[in-house]
Antibody
Framework: EVQLVESGGGLVQPEGSLRLSCAAS????????ISWVRQAPGMGLEWVST????????YYADSVKGRFTISRDNSKNTLYLQMNRLRAEDTAIYFC?????????????WGQGTLVTVSS | DIQMTQSPSTLSASVGDRVTITCRAS??????LAWYQQKPGKAPILLIY???RLQSGVPSRFSGSGSGTEFTLTISSLQPDDFATYYC?????????FGQGTRLEIK
């Protein structure tokens, strides 16, 4: 059974930093691109970032480019999102989601999400 | 970047109704389109991928069609469990993008 468990969310001040983690199990981690998708309170889904299975390529939404860094440790089956210079508009539930190929695709499995709140 | 536009934003319907949600892409995405269902407080669930392929375990009353820039999600006979919000997503090219969502509510 595929499982994705996010952690690391919490309350952070504007301009602060936070690192999210997503622990994966139940599939061959390195064969799957993984993404972060977020959802602000009461709003729709927003794709944030994707990393390929090898970790060799990364992609970002313009809204986070230069502030967020996606990475993965295939030996630990874990995905990360380093978030720097956080803004109020980054407040959201952050989901990790698998891609159906190593290079990116639709998201067939999702974690339960972790809440990030940016506020002073 | 590709923009995805869903219509309607809200849809009121009754159990047993046939409903259709439309998703339009700002440029051609071939058939690289997925549909998701989300209920309050839960993660999205994949329903359809590659525009018309039903994800394993999803009831056959859900179907998708379209290619290029115009796509539809159809629920043939609404069940009580189907009242939720539905999103389309293009995965033709990065940055990936979602539609704004269609909330399906009970009439």
């Amino acid at each position: 059974e595929v499982q994705l468990v996010e952690s690391g969310g919490g309350l952070v001040q504007p301009e602060g930093s936070l690192r999210l983690s997503c622990a994966a199990s139940g599939f061959t981690f390195s064969n799957s691109a993984i993404s972060w998708v977020r959802q602000a309170p009461g709003m729709g889904l927003e794709w944030v970032s994707t990393i390929t299975g090898s970790g060799g390529s990364t992609y970002y939404a313009d809204s986070v480019k230069g502030r967020f860094t996606i990475s993965r440790d295939n030996s630990k089956n874990t995905l990360y999102l380093q978030m720097n210079r956080l803004r109020a508009e980054d407040t959201a539930i952050y989901f990790c989601a698998t891609g159906n190929s190593a290079y990116g695709s639709y998201h067939d499995f999702w974690g339960q999400g972790t809440l990030v709140t940016v506020s002073s | 970047d590709i923009q995805m536009t869903q219509s309607p934003s809200t849809l009121s319907a009754s159990v047993g109704d046939r409903v259709t949600i439309t998703c339009r892409a700002s440029r051609s995405i071939s058939n690289w389109l997925a549909w998701y269902q989300q209920k309050p407080g839960k993660a999205p669930i994949l329903l359809i991928y590659k525009a018309s392929r039903l994800q394993s375990g999803v009831p056959s009353r859900f179907s998708g069609s379209g290619s290029g820039t115009e796509f539809t999600l159809t629920i043939s006979s609404l069940q009580p469990d189907d009242f939720a919000t539905y999103y389309c997503q293009q995965y033709n090219s990065f940055p990936y993008s979602f539609g704004q969502g269609t909330r399906l509510e009970i009439k």
